[in-house]
Nanobody, 119 residues
Framework: QVQLVESGGGSVQAGGSLRLSCAASGSIRSINAMGWYRQTPGNQRELVATITSGGTAQYADAVKGRFTISRDNAKNTVYLQMNSLKPEDTAVYYC?????????????WGQGTQVTVSS
């Protein structure tokens, strides 16, 4: 069984910064892509950023230039550095990771962490 545990959410004023962390634990052989998504009430979960095991990152247009995704493969951890935060970044942020197994690739999700940006 695999678990993803997020931390680092909170409240900040516009223009501020937060750093989210997501640590994977359990029976892990390797991890393929890892990513961050966010969701606001009444809306679908949307992609924020992803990063491959080799470190190639992709970002949603809304966060390019402000957010940076990174990972520490030795710690099975993915990070999201969020700078120049805007009120529209307010959401529950979820991490996701793809785990290859002999049965195929399975994706797991964290429980979510709230980020609130006030104007």
């Amino acid at each position: 069984q695999v678990q993803l545990v997020e931390s680092g959410g909170g409240s900040v004023q516009a223009g501020g910064s937060l750093r989210l962390s997501c640590a994977a634990s359990g029976s892990i052989r390797s991890i393929n892509a890892m990513g961050w998504y966010r969701q606001t009430p009444g809306n679908q979960r949307e992609l924020v950023a992803t990063i491959t095991s080799g470190g190639t990152a992709q970002y949603a247009d809304a966060v390019k230039g402000r957010f940076t995704i990174s990972r520490d493969n030795a710690k099975n951890t993915v990070y999201l550095q969020m700078n120049s935060l805007k009120p529209e970044d307010t959401a529950v942020y979820y991490c996701e990771a793809d785990f290859p197994t002999t049965m195929g690739v399975y994706d797991y999700w964290g429980q979510g962490t709230q980020v609130t940006v006030s104007s």
